[in-house]
């Protein structure tokens, strides 16, 4: 079983994006679960959950279970650190957004290069991230 975490502020464009990765995983050959956690208000978080593997799973995802994070928005990525298993993979976007505590001066925005991980850059459109994704899923076996 792979698991997935992507994440973005707002939510139609990461709708598209986890039903798009589940949809190459599918054709892959193996059976693809989804499942959106907090729901995203105005300025607020969304989280998709994508599982994948010989059988659905419909678990709750634990920290430092994710062989994937994939982070549209770069705060948003900071935040969900926490699920991406050690040796995991973090695709960081270039998008960010800053909160309304960053944009007052109360709290600074992160420092991505000192991050723990590092982050691959995102590919610029979501066919060149679905290509890399059905190239690693074709891989999943090995």
């Not at 957004?97 to 459109?125: C, H, I, M, T, W």
């Amino acid at each position: 079983m792979k698991h997935w975490v992507i994440v973005l502020c707002g939510v139609q464009p990461i709708d598209i994006w986890a039903k798009g990765l589940a949809l190459l995983l599918e054709k892959c050959g193996y059976a693809a679960t989804l499942q959106r956690e907090g729901p995203s208000h105005i300025g607020g978080g969304c989280r998709w959950i994508l599982r994948a593997g010989e059988k659905p799973c419909f678990a709750p995802i634990r920290l430092g279970e994710a062989d994937c994070l994939i982070a549209l928005e770069q705060l948003e990525g900071v935040r969900n650190l926490p699920f991406l298993k050690e040796g995991g993979t973090f695709f960081l976007g270039e998008k960010r957004e800053n909160p309304a505590a960053v944009s007052a001066g109360r709290v600074n925005y992160p420092v991505l290069e000192e991050l723990p991980v590092k982050a691959q850059p995102l590919p610029a459109s979501p066919q060149e991230t679905w290509e890399q994704m059905l190239s690693a899923c074709e891989r999943m076996g090995d």
